[in-house]
């Protein structure tokens, strides 16, 4: 079985300071780590990903991610918070099964950026 | 373009009707999803479905019956509704192929009174 921890329900975080939004996961195997960000009545959007090579990721709107695989870990990063960065967090695993690739979902983490 | 678009945006019903959601991606995806975000946020996925067919089925009553006419549909049937299939539905869609990111739509608001 699969899982993904997210361990804060909500993030506060001055606008231009550093923020990280932190995900731990579980899976047998090779981990494929996703985040994706969720804006308020809006779908999910795909920020960034981890399949293989170099452990640290970038992405979409100057967000990127650590993967660390000794402490099973995937955060989010990003260097200077805007306050249009406040919404809520997903960090996802997926595996290989019965032919297809099935997301795992955190909980997720509310970030909220004070201006 | 609207990548993924699911209708209608808002559903409102009594227990006990039946309801359908309709999902249309034209990404050329040969893969597609419905989730279940309930009032906690937390997202479950549902059904997915790799070139029409049955992939994915998690547990899920069998009130609720996804259909895909072609691959860049993927309905969600839901028969005698209940108070607890009130949630925020989202379809998504991707290429099954080297794990490529899903795309989301912007999600069917189902209230059931």
């Known amino acids: 079985a699969q899982s993904v921890a997210q361990p804060e329900d909500q993030v506060n975080v001055a606008e231009g300071n550093p923020l990280t939004v932190k995900c731990t996961y579980s899976?047998?195997?090779?981990?494929?780590l996703f985040w994706y960000v969720q804006y308020p009545n809006r779908g999910l959007q795909f920020l960034l990903k981890?399949?293989?090579?170099?452990?640290l990721v970038k992405g979409s709107y100057g967000f990127e991610a650590e993967f660390n695989k000794s402490q099973t870990s995937f955060h989010l990063k990003k260097p200077s918070a805007l306050v249009s960065d406040s919404a809520l967090y997903f960090c996802?695993?997926?595996?290989?099964?019965?032919?297809?690739?099935?997301?795992?979902f955190g909980k997720g983490t509310k970030l909220s950026v004070i201006p | 373009d609207t990548a993924v678009s699911q209708t209608p945006k808002y559903l409102v019903t009594q227990m006990g009707n039946d309801k359908s959601i309709k999902c249309e991606q034209n990404?050329?995806?040969?893969?597609m999803y419905w989730y279940k975000q309930d009032s906690k946020k937390f997202l479950k996925i549902m059904f997915s479905?790799?070139?029409?067919?049955?992939?994915i089925n998690e547990t899920v009553p069998n009130r609720f019956s996804p259909k895909s006419p072609d691959k860049a549909h993927l309905n969600l049937h839901i028969n005698s509704l209940e108070l607890g299939d009130s949630a925020v539905y989202f379809c998504?869609?991707?290429?099954?192929?080297?794990?490529?990111?899903?795309?989301f739509g912007p999600g069917t608001r189902l209230t059931v009174l």
């Open positions: 998504a869609s991707s290429l099954r192929e080297g794990l490529r990111e899903q795309f």
């Open positions: 899976v047998s195997g090779n981990p494929y």
């Open positions: 981890y399949i293989t090579g170099d452990n």
């Open positions: 996802a695993v997926s595996r290989a099964g019965a032919g297809s690739y099935q997301l795992t």
């Open positions: 990404l050329g995806h040969d893969t």
């Open positions: 479905y790799n070139n029409k067919e049955l992939i």
